[in-house]
């Protein structure tokens, strides 16, 4: 039985704090009227002096674009925290989403290697409430027009755009909210049912539970992937409102997954450093991390694909969107490929560094980062466009929602031995050699 | 090379593995051993290093990403930059992206066949090649081992063979 250490309640309850007060200053710093971006732009200049001469004079001529340019920037920095703390809200959620995916894919498999793994996957996945519930807030509160993340919610907006319009039977926020219900309560209610027959097998064996995981495990993965697309266009896709991509639901999903076991193996190597999870052994890191690295590869194959096609054809509406993020994120936007890609693949191909705990450790750092900036690069061009920067509010809410995060797992952990007893392919799972 | 070989046959790869292990723990060489199937863990009870193939494999990847790289940009950029549908051509990087699927092919092509040619030649298989079994039953379900012995102690090495299970145990002239 494992216990929270009060090193680990510790750090997470500082971090949640420190993120929380970053994240309200964040709030505050940010502009609250057009005026006051007026006023910041007004000054701005003047402080330039002679510099932005041309620039003001263009200003000064077209008074009525200076209101539009001050509009624009008065959004962009008005999201600025919104989209800070929406960033890891989803990303984090979709990672411990992501790890009951990979759960139930070892149930649905039948997988004989990975049931000593099992319990920290379960522990992981019981982020998946306060997850949802924080992202689905956020979705509340974007609806309620307490922010602008998603442009296709303004009515104002959708009066003078024409695209989005035609858009509205499915893009309105009524049945956007009723689908993002769907999607979290159908993800917490499977991850709910099959990880209370998980416990329930400690009691005992027995096939009919066995089965019923399988069967539970096989539907929930046919529900997810119908769902994770559909959760990719609505959360990620549609603040590029104008923008589409037919395979932009896998490339969400790769991100996902990689994510998922990179923070299976971080959790599993930290409980194993602490004496935890004996049974464990390095051939396990070794098909972790070769996952990773596979995923990781991926991840790239999607990213360059999606890429290769909008930019080889460079037809003028699907474009922009790499061209406001070429423009703009040239370099977080190309970072994320030596972070996810290049960086994993030279790390992980060598197959005793698999086996090395501090190589998986630090290759499993930089592909969390990598994947942070990833969801980045997906969400602020079109919710913050040029004003981005990664500052208080972007890391003060990481820290928020990773405090909450480390706090959960490590808490739900706590709460059952950290192996099954009574799985059908625990011995086989024990004795795993590769 | 010594001038007589011991030839053991197994019928079992458990007993064949016993017997390499009880060979190894004497400090007795075990030249060669024959198998109809790759049985796991022999190589490593056979006391074999570590093959090296893969790192061969790593280098002509390498190889093949460069061969690609300057076959793309000696053609499309500095041959003869042609405007081929607006695609820019006045750089490599620029154009990068429509190379890409065939540096990554050229990556795996060269990787593949040149790590299977360094393995025929490594292991000296060739086409009209002499085969080299010494009974034709290991082809089918019998284990070979090939022990070198002399006069001191081919006794001693033929009764750790038949104490561990060796169906027949045959002492030839080695060619």
């Not at chain 1, 306060?130 to 689905?136: D, L, M």
């Not at chain 1, 990773?402 to 059908?424: D, E, S």
């Amino acid at each position: 039985m494992y216990t929270m250490s009060s090193k680990i309640k510790l750090f997470s309850l500082i971090l949640i704090i420190v993120g929380a007060i970053g994240l309200v200053y964040g709030f505050i710093d940010a502009p609250s009227s057009v005026e006051e971006v007026k006023e910041m732009l007004h000054n701005d200049h003047a402080s330039h002096g002679g510099e932005s001469v041309a620039m003001e004079s263009g200003h000064a001529s077209e008074e009525a674009h200076g209101d539009e340019h001050a509009e624009h920037l008065y959004h962009q920095l008005h999201n600025k925290p919104w989209a800070a703390i929406y960033v890891p809200a989803l990303f984090i959620f979709l990672i411990s989403l992501g790890v009951f995916v990979f759960y139930a894919l070892q149930n649905a498999a039948q997988a004989g290697w990975s049931p000593v793994l099992f319990r920290v996957m379960e522990g992981i996945a019981s982020y998946l409430v306060p997850g949802g519930i924080i992202v689905y807030l956020l979705l509340i509160l974007s609806s309620l027009h307490l922010n602008h993340l998603f442009v296709w919610m303004d009515p104002e907006v959708v009066a003078h755009d024409e695209i989005i319009q035609n858009k509205t039977a499915y893009l309105n926020t009524p049945f956007f909210l009723i689908r993002a219900a769907i999607y979290i309560v159908g993800w917490i209610l499977f991850s709910k049912f099959i990880i209370k027959n998980s416990r329930k097998m400690d009691d005992g064996f027995d096939l009919k539970l066995h089965k019923r995981n399988f069967k539970l495990s096989a539907m929930f993965l046919v529900f997810f992937i119908v769902t994770e697309s559909m959760m990719s266009w609505d959360w990620i896709m549609s603040i590029d409102t104008h923008w589409f991509s037919t395979l932009f639901g896998w490339f969400v999903l790769a991100s996902i997954l990689v994510s998922a076991v990179t923070t299976i193996a971080l959790v599993t190597i930290y409980l194993k450093g602490k004496g935890y999870l004996e049974i464990v052994n390095n051939s396990h890191i070794h098909d972790l991390a070769k996952f990773m690295m596979g995923f990781s590869i991926f991840w790239a194959y999607l990213w360059f694909s999606q890429f290769l096609l909008i930019w080889y054809s460079n037809i003028p509406e699907e474009v922009t969107y790499y061209a406001s993020r070429l423009e703009d994120y040239p370099l977080l936007f190309f970072g994320t490929v030596i972070l996810n890609w290049v960086l994993p693949m030279l790390i992980l191909i060598n197959s005793d560094f698999k086996r090395i705990n501090w190589i998986v450790v630090f290759a499993g750092i930089i592909i969390l980062l990598g994947h942070y900036l990833n969801f980045f690069v997906m969400i602020m061009p079109g919710t913050v466009g040029e004003s981005w920067f990664i500052g208080i509010p972007e890391i003060s809410s990481l820290m928020l929602i990773a405090g909450l995060f480390i706090y959960t797992v490590f808490n739900a952990l706590a709460k059952a031995p950290l192996t099954v007893k009574n799985n059908a392919f625990l011995e086989e799972s024990k004795h795993f050699h590769y | 090379m010594a001038s007589k070989v011991l030839h053991a046959i197994f019928t079992d790869d458990d007993i064949l593995m016993q017997a390499v292990k009880a060979l190894r723990e004497k400090k007795y060489t075990i030249n060669e051993v024959f198998c109809p199937f790759p049985v796991h863990g022999l190589d490593k009870a056979m006391g074999m290093p570590h093959t090296r193939l893969a790192i061969t494999s790593f280098l002509y990847g390498l190889v093949g990403l460069a061969v690609a790289t300057w076959m793309m940009n000696f053609i499309m950029i500095e041959d003869w930059p042609q405007n081929i549908g607006g695609k820019p051509s006045f750089s490599y990087l620029e154009n990068m992206p429509a190379f890409v699927p065939i540096m990554f092919e050229m990556t795996v092509f060269f990787a593949a066949h040149l790590m299977v040619i360094t393995f025929y030649m490594r292991s000296k298989l060739w086409p009209f090649k002499k085969a080299e079994n010494p009974d034709v039953r290991t082809t089918d379900d019998k284990f070979l081992m090939e022990i070198s012995v002399n006069e001191a102690n081919v006794q001693a090495i033929a009764e750790v063979l038949h104490e561990n299970g060796a169906a027949e145990i045959k002492l030839i002239d080695n060619k």
